[in-house]
Antibody, heavy 130, light 107 residues
Framework: QLQLQESGPGLVKPSETLSLTCTVS??????????WGWIRQPPGKGLEWIGS???????YYNPSLKSRVTISVDTSKNQFSLKLSSVTAADTAVYYC??????????????????????WGQGTLVTVSS | EIVLTQSPGTLSLSPGERATLSCRAS???????LAWYQQKPGQAPRLLIY???SRATGIPDRFSGSGSGTDFTLTISRLEPEDFAVYYC????????FGQGTRLEIK
């Protein structure tokens, strides 16, 4: 059974960089059938997709966060990671990692159409505060 | 960006009743690329439905999804006590966006 687990600091200072890692167990991150994604949820609010990565390193980012986000993958450790720079209090949230299914592949554009998320990690709360 | 609006914000029903949750998109969602999730307090979201109407593995058949274009519905035929939670829709036809959620509470 595939499981994902987020890890990283629970407290980050404003203007610094938030760094989290997701460890995948029970399956290989190098599967050609999936991307691997990050989603966040501010306390008491809804869900926001941050970005996703393929085992090859190909990435898709939320345009609203793209300038501050870097997602990387380490297939030898079966992990992928998130870095979010220049954080503010608005970045305080529970951060989830999840397997990101592919909806389809567009032959004309060469882009994957990413789909739904399943399963999700348990999430980790990151608070931005001095 | 496709904006998803879920209604109602809160739905109060009793166990055994039928629940109908709505998700309306600001523009047409291509290929019915819409998913539904259930989230209980302190837990991660759980996938219920993808492709607007396909149930995820292990999801009871009292959960069903329907719709196309801009209007989608999640129906729970007979509510069980464990179904009271927050439900989110997600479209993946154009990038990825989520609705703001519908809280299903016990009446």
């Amino acid at each position: 059974q595939l499981q994902l687990q987020e890890s990283g600091p629970g407290l980050v200072k404003p203007s610094e960089t938030l760094s989290l890692t997701c460890t995948v167990s029970g399956g290989s991150i190098s599967s050609s059938s999936y991307y691997w994604g990050w989603i966040r949820q501010p306390p008491g609010k809804g869900l926001e997709w941050i970005g996703s990565i393929y085992y090859s390193g190909s990435t898709y980012y939320n345009p609203s966060l793209k300038s501050r986000v870097t997602i990387s993958v380490d297939t030898s450790k079966n992990q992928f990671s998130l870095k979010l720079s220049s954080v503010t209090a608005a970045d305080t949230a529970v951060y989830y990692c999840a397997r990101h299914f592919l909806a389809n592949y567009d032959i004309l554009t060469g882009y994957y159409n990413l789909g739904w998320f399943d399963p999700w990690g348990q999430g980790t709360l990151v608070t931005v505060s001095s | 960006e496709i904006v998803l609006t879920q209604s109602p914000g809160t739905l109060s029903l009793s166990p055994g009743e039928r629940a109908t949750l709505s998700c309306r998109a600001s523009q047409s969602v291509s290929s019915s690329y819409l998913a539904w999730y259930q989230q209980k307090p302190g837990q991660a979201p759980r996938l219920l439905i993808y492709g607007a109407s396909s149930r995820a593995t292990g999801i009871p058949d009292r959960f069903s999804g329907s719709g196309s274009g801009t209007d989608f519905t999640l129906t729970i035929s007979r509510l069980e006590p464990e179904d009271f939670a927050v439900y989110y829709c997600q479209q993946y036809g154009s990038s990825q966006t989520f609705g703001q959620g519908t809280r299903l509470e016990i009446k």
